[in-house]
């Protein structure tokens, strides 16, 4: 299946999971309009056009991008999703800049040899050590961090390593657990 054709999932608020097949090229206009139970997805590296719409109003957090080269992008295709939403890119990739209309953070976080996506944010390390969270990062922005008992923080780190105490809990950081104990 090369196409995911026009309003396919369009409306369909119980679909929560979905593999999309690795030859796709093509994911049509509002193709997962309004799919709020969706809240991940990986965009094969076939993918090379993404119409109007396709992700209008889902609830799709977590994108993760394999193409090498960002996917044309029709008009609205992120339309009405959470600002804080993340789009992991190979770390090689480009084209994925938020004035390309990629919205949240774009991070290089798949792996790649090679380097040089501009304007995409790198955390190379996240890591814990005895009741700390340790975020190293090339700019400054806030990120949302969730703890497996329901809490939600927002922390503010700046470019560079940025230590914060937590209280002890299995937390989940840019899609890494982590233990503070």
């Known amino acids: ?6 309003d396919t999932f369009r409306d369909c608020k119980m679909l929560s999971s979905i593999t ?4 796709l090229k093509n994911i049509s206009h509002w193709a997962f309009q ?3 139970s969706l809240q991940s997805l990986t965009i094969p590296k076939s993918v090379t056009t993404i ?5 209008y109003n889902s609830n799709i957090y977590d ?22 939403i993340q789009i992991h890119t190979k770390s ?7 004035e390309k209309g990629y919205v949240g ?27 700390k969270l340790y975020v190293k990062s090339s700019i400054s922005e806030s990120i949302f961090v969730y703890s497996i008992t329901g809490l939600k923080y927002t922390l503010k780190i700046f470019a560079g390593l940025n230590e914060f105490t937590l209280p002890k809990d299995i937390y989940i950081v840019r899609g890494k657990k982590i233990i503070i104990f």
Do not use: H, R
Not at 112 to 124: A, M, V
């Open 92 to 98: 090689c990739a480009s084209g994925y800049t938020k």
């Open 51 to 55: 119409g109007n719409g396709a992700f």
């Open 20 to 23: 999309l097949p690795s030859n």
């Open 105 to 131: 953070s774009i991070i290089g976080d798949l792996g790649c040899e090679e380097t040089g996506i501009s304007k995409t944010l790198f955390y190379s390390d996240i890591y814990s050590d005895n009741n």
């Open 34 to 36: 309004n799919c709020t």
């Open 63 to 84: 994108f993760y991008f394999y193409p090498q080269e960002a996917p044309t992008l029709g008009s609205n295709v992120f339309y009405g999703l959470m600002e804080d």
């Open 1 to 6: 299946m090369e196409n995911i054709f026009e």
